[in-house]
Every structure is written in structure tokens, then in C-alpha cells.
């Protein structure tokens, strides 16, 4: 006989048999406001050790504990915005977030779209859902027509994809969107690495400071962490490009490298290693034919930075085609991501009407840097000059920063459009940057002002400069619509076949 008379109780039979996931959705959703309500509390909740739920959550589901936490916290915020009765902000607060940017970042991750768009992607399918209704209504033969029609093809595809299933399922494992690698086993390291990625992708020099910071404590409780290495690996870079410029691309590079290796010899083969490998032989070494090898082992999976990246080089090399195709498999995978490359990339193929259907519909979505400056970069190159100056304006004003590029092409807009007084000021601006040992490209950016002034002995003069200053801008040199007009100099050939477009594949 038992010796405790309620192990044989049913209601306790009953209680033991409710999954653990369950168990666990009760407890968030009692502490969903909670934002201090996190992995110690939910373990003391249901009797557990920190160490024996997460042993159980992982055989169960492979989640850790806090991305278990998390992930319900943002499919109750989706329910919340889809009621449309919360502002963002107060949805964030709603379910347990702190910071209603740290809510947008992890809901942008995890749904592919951002917080702000739930309402705007309703309201399509509802339109959509209405054409169609007073279409059948007017139409009611065509309507058949098309029902019938409708279901051969489901049908045909129900067959299809009985008998293909096997290859289209090994095709989703061999192109995963985000590598599961480099992962530690302690929720509290990761819950401070997302942290970390979170104020790495604001890219503003405060953020990527923090980001580093939180980056080494992750590292702190669990030094195998390999994608923590990878994350300071990441920003330093980021503080060597135009969003922060406090570090030399060179500089950067080098500290870069050993924590490369670090991440290497704890995860062999890791997709960020070679998206930062990649990227050093692009902007350090200009070797574009290591670059692409290292890209190439990075887009086995739909990552999106690898994807990014891969489709940066192939436009600086001129292969604008495959750069398209690879924009639309990063826009098919991820099309909320708030780097698509899809802009640039028809600009470069002169699809201009595509061009500003697909930017006006990321405006609408997305006022973030990346599209502004994009967009600007598209209606400069299309004779909008007013409509570029105020996107580049409005990116300068969000962030408090002088971003380099964007006074450059702004420069550019202002020499179109004959405002001398402005062009110098700007010009002024970007030398004294310069001067003051900054780096971001500053004398990439004055050539591209003399550029649209027409000014050529000045153009190629500070394009040398940039070039003994190794800028990180100069992989865009042969791409760049403002040097067209210098592509027939011999200065300008000499220049490209130093960096490293000599290859004929590479050259125009």
C-alpha cells in the first residue's frame, strides 16, 4: 500500500498530468505585467530547480527557459496589438517588457515584422478579403469559375507536395533561417546576449558600447559562449563604420581577429565567423574572391545578415542580377528586416517605379536609418533632391548623429540643385571630420560632393586620400552613381585596380 494516501489522489493524478508547457504558459500569464518575473521566480513557482526545469523544458520543447518566457510574452503581445486597443508602447509594458524598443527588436525577430505593422498588415488582408467578396458578388459565374479552378489547383498541389515533401522538407534543414550555433546552456548568459544583439542592431555609438558590455557578461557566466565572442566580434566592427566611426577599420579588424579564432575553436564552422570573415576581406583586405568564399559558407542557411552582406558584395562587384535574386530570397525569408538590401539593389538595375514601390511601402513600416538612408540614396539618383535632403534630414534628426554618408549625398542633392552656400558648408564640414582623425569615410563622402560639382582633379584627389586612409566606404567605389562620370579617367582605373577590382570579373 502507498505510504502517502495522496499519491492516489485524482485530482493529484490529474494535476501531474497537465504538460509542463501549460504549467508554465499559467505562470507567465499570472506574471505577464511583471517585468522582474523571470527564470528564478518561475522555478519557485512550480517547486523546481533552476537547473532540473531547464533539463525538463529542454527535452520537452529545446527551449531555454527565458526564450520560453519571452516567446509567450510576445504571442500575447501579437493578440493585443491585433486588438488594436494598446499602443505599442503600452503592449509592451502590458506583457512584461521594460523598454518598448527591446519589445519592437524581439517582436521584429521573432514574428518578421514590426510591432507597428500588425495594424497595417490587417487592414490588406481585410481589403483583400472585401475586393474579393464584392468582386463574387458582381461576378457570381466567375466566381465558380474560379472556385473550381481554386480547387484543382489545391488539389495538384496537395499531390505535388505528397510526392516532393521529402526534398522540400531537406531543403528547409539545409537553409534554416538563424543558425542554432554557438548557444550556451545557462538561460541567464543568453538572456544577456539578446541583450546585447538587441543594443548592437540601434547601432548608435551609446548602444554599441553597451552592447560590448553586455556581450562580456554573458561571457562572464559561461566563457564557451561562442556567439557572445562573435557579438563583440560584430560591434566592433559596427564602431568602425559610419553608425559610430571611433574606431579605425583597420584597428577594428585587428582586435576582430582573435575573438574570431576564440569563436572558431569553440564552434567550428560557425555562419557568423564567416559573415565576419567575409566581411574583413571585403573592407580590409579588398580580396573580393575570399570575401565571396567566406560568404558562401555563410548562406547555406536564409541568416539574414549573411544573406545582407553577400548581396552587398555582389553589387560592389557589379553582379547586380544575382544581387536581386538574392534580395528577394532575403525579402521571401525575413520581409520585415530592417537592412533589406532590396532598394539598393534596384537602383543599381535601374528599376526606378520598383525601386519607390517597394521604399514607400518601408517608410510606411519601417523610419529607421536603414530605409531612410536608402530611400534618400534612391530619390538622389532619380533628380528628387528635396524629397532625398529631407529623408537624410529626418535619419540625421532621429538619431543626433552627423552620419557621414548622408552629408555627402545630401551634398550631392544641394550641387544639383545649386545651392553652392550649403555644398561648402557641407563640404567644410566633412573635412574638418576628417582632420580630426575620425574615421567614417570622410574624404570617400568630399570626393562624392566634388564629384557632383563636376569637379574632377578634386573628386580624384580625395579619392586617393580616402584611399591611403583605407575607408570603409571604398568596396563602393565602381558603384558609387555620383563617380560614373569619372569611370573613363585613368586616375579613377588606376585606383580601382589598386583595390582590388583588377580581376576581370570584377572591373568594368
Known amino acids: 500500500m502507498d505510504a502517502n494516501p495522496q499519491h492516489n489522489n485524482p485530482l493529484n493524478q490529474k494535476k501531474d498530468k497537465i504538460p509542463l508547457s501549460q504549467k508554465l504558459e499559467e505562470e507567465v500569464e499570472k506574471n505577464l505585467n511583471n517585468e522582474n518575473f523571470g527564470v528564478e521566480l518561475l522555478a519557485q513557482a512550480l517547486g523546481m530547480s533552476r537547473s532540473g526545469l531547464h533539463r525538463n523544458l529542454q527535452k520537452h520543447t529545446g527551449q531555454s527557459i527565458s526564450q520560453f518566457i519571452r516567446e509567450y510574452r510576445l504571442k500575447?503581445?501579437?493578440?493585443?496589438l491585433k486588438n488594436g486597443e494598446f499602443t505599442v508602447s503600452e503592449v509592451a509594458y502590458k506583457?512584461?517588457?521594460?523598454?518598448?524598443?527591446?519589445?519592437?527588436?524581439?517582436?521584429?525577430?521573432?514574428?518578421?515584422?514590426?510591432?507597428?505593422?500588425?495594424?497595417?498588415?490587417?487592414?490588406?488582408?481585410?481589403?483583400?478579403?472585401?475586393s474579393s467578396i464584392s468582386h463574387s458578388k458582381?461576378?457570381?459565374?466567375?466566381?465558380?469559375?474560379?472556385?473550381?479552378?481554386?480547387?484543382?489547383?489545391?488539389?495538384?498541389?496537395?499531390?505535388?507536395?505528397?510526392?516532393?515533401?521529402?526534398?522540400?522538407?531537406?531543403t528547409a534543414v539545409d537553409a534554416k533561417e538563424s543558425p542554432d550555433q554557438g548557444m550556451t546552456q545557462n538561460p541567464e548568459a543568453y538572456d544577456l546576449y539578446l541583450k546585447g544583439e538587441h543594443l548592437r542592431r540601434i547601432y548608435t555609438p551609446s548602444s554599441l558600447d553597451e552592447s560590448i558590455e553586455y556581450f562580456n557578461k554573458a561571457i562572464a557566466l559561461d566563457s564557451s559562449f561562442a556567439l557572445a565572442y562573435a557579438g563583440i566580434a560584430q560591434t566592433l566592427i559596427s564602431k568602425a563604420c559610419i553608425f559610430d566611426a571611433s574606431?579605425?577599420?583597420?584597428?577594428?579588424?585587428?582586435?576582430?581577429?582573435?575573438?574570431?579564432?576564440?569563436?572558431?575553436?569553440?564552434?567550428?564552422?560557425?555562419?557568423?565567423?564567416?559573415?565576419l570573415k567575409g566581411f574583413i576581406h571585403v573592407f580590409g583586405d579588398w580580396?573580393?574572391?575570399?570575401?565571396?568564399?567566406?560568404?558562401?559558407?555563410?548562406?547555406?542557411?536564409?541568416?539574414?545578415e549573411a544573406l545582407g552582406v553577400y548581396i552587398d558584395l555582389l553589387n560592389f562587384v557589379q553582379k547586380h542580377e544575382l544581387a536581386l535574386e538574392m534580395s528577394n530570397r532575403l525579402n521571401?525569408?525575413?520581409?520585415?528586416?530592417?537592412?533589406?538590401?532590396?532598394?539598393?539593389?534596384?537602383?543599381f538595375l535601374g528599376e526606378y517605379e520598383k525601386a519607390e514601390e517597394f521604399a514607400s511601402e518601408r517608410l510606411k513600416i519601417f523610419n529607421n536609418?536603414?530605409?531612410?538612408?536608402?530611400?534618400?540614396?534612391?530619390?538622389?539618383?532619380t533628380g528628387q533632391y528635396a524629397k532625398a535632403i529631407s529623408l537624410f534630414q529626418q535619419a540625421i534628426d532621429m538619431e543626433g548623429i552627423r552620419y557621414p554618408r548622408m552629408l555627402g549625398w545630401m551634398g550631392a542633392a544641394y550641387a544639383k540643385l545649386g545651392d553652392t552656400e550649403k555644398v561648402m558648408a557641407l563640404l567644410q564640414e566633412l573635412k574638418d571630420k576628417k582632420d580630426e582623425g575620425f574615421s567614417g569615410s570622410y574624404a570617400f563622402f568630399v570626393a562624392v560632393i566634388y564629384a557632383s560639382l563636376g569637379d574632377t582633379a578634386s573628386a580624384l584627389e580625395w579619392l586617393e586620400i580616402s584611399y591611403q586612409h583605407h575607408d570603409m566606404e571604398i568596396p563602393w567605389l565602381l558603384t558609387e552613381p555620383q563617380f560614373l562620370p569619372l569611370h573613363n579617367e585613368p586616375a579613377f582605373q588606376e585606383l580601382v585596380r589598386k583595390v582590388g577590382f583588377s580581376n576581370p570579373k570584377y572591373s568594368s
Not at 287 to 304: G, L, M, R, S
Not at 369 to 381: A, E, I, Q, R, V
Open 76 to 80: 500575447r503581445g501579437l493578440e493585443y
Open 95 to 130: 506583457v512584461g517588457f521594460n523598454s518598448p524598443s527591446y519589445f519592437t527588436s524581439c517582436f521584429t525577430d521573432y514574428f518578421g515584422y514590426a510591432p507597428s505593422a500588425v495594424k497595417y498588415r490587417q487592414e490588406n488582408v481585410l481589403l483583400d478579403n472585401g
Open 138 to 170: 458582381a461576378n457570381p459565374s466567375k466566381h465558380r469559375i474560379r472556385i473550381i479552378a481554386s480547387s484543382v489547383v489545391l488539389i495538384s498541389l496537395l499531390l505535388i507536395s505528397y510526392v516532393l515533401w521529402p526534398v522540400f522538407n531537406k
Open 247 to 275: 574606431l579605425h577599420p583597420l584597428e577594428s579588424f585587428k582586435q576582430v581577429r582573435p575573438l574570431l579564432e576564440k569563436a572558431e575553436d569553440l564552434e567550428p564552422g560557425m555562419i557568423q565567423v564567416h559573415i
Open 287 to 304: 580580396d573580393f574572391e575570399k570575401a565571396e568564399e567566406e560568404y558562401q559558407k555563410a548562406i547555406v542557411t536564409n541568416y539574414p
Open 332 to 347: 521571401r525569408n525575413h520581409p520585415h528586416y530592417p537592412n533589406s538590401r532590396m532598394i539598393l539593389t534596384l537602383c
Open 369 to 381: 536609418y536603414f530605409t531612410l538612408d536608402n530611400s534618400g540614396f534612391l530619390y538622389l539618383n
